[in-house]
């Protein structure tokens, strides 16, 4: 299984900006999809975003138009852009990845990395 890392986490006014990383080792980064998730107090995880190996993106509608996934699979990284920061972002976001043929959530974790959108 791949093992994952996040970054970038902090505490941001709403409006602004974070990006976060997931740097990923111990298995061939192309052979996976990648997601955010997050998950907020008393809320269940919830998915984000992903991104398949051919780079083709989904988006929760509550982040469409703000956030952006990517990948570079020369650095074995994936990155969560997110732009005009609400409130209700606020929330632990942790990386997820999956193998070809299996379903989300897939079975490796990052530790997770805290953001807080301050009103």
């Known amino acids: 299984q791949v093992q994952l890392v996040e970054s970038g986490g902090g505490l941001v006014q709403a409006g602004g900006s974070l990006s976060l990383s997931c740097a990923a080792s111990?298995?061939?980064?192309?052979?996976?999809?990648m997601a955010w998730y997050r998950q907020a107090p008393g809320k269940q995880r919830e998915l984000v975003a992903t991104?398949?190996?051919?780079?083709?993106?989904n988006y929760a509608d509550s982040v469409k138009g703000r956030f952006t996934i990517s990948r570079d699979n020369a650095k074995n990284t994936v990155y969560l852009q997110m732009n005009s920061l609400k409130p209700e972002d606020t929330a632990v976001y942790y990386c997820?990845?999956?193998?070809?043929?299996?379903?989300?959530?897939?079975?490796?974790w990052g530790q997770g990395t805290q953001v807080t959108v301050s009103s």
């Open positions: 997820n990845a999956k193998i070809r043929g299996s379903s989300w959530p897939g079975g490796s």
């Open positions: 991104i398949n190996w051919d780079g083709s993106t």
């Open positions: 111990g298995s061939d980064f192309r052979f996976y999809a």
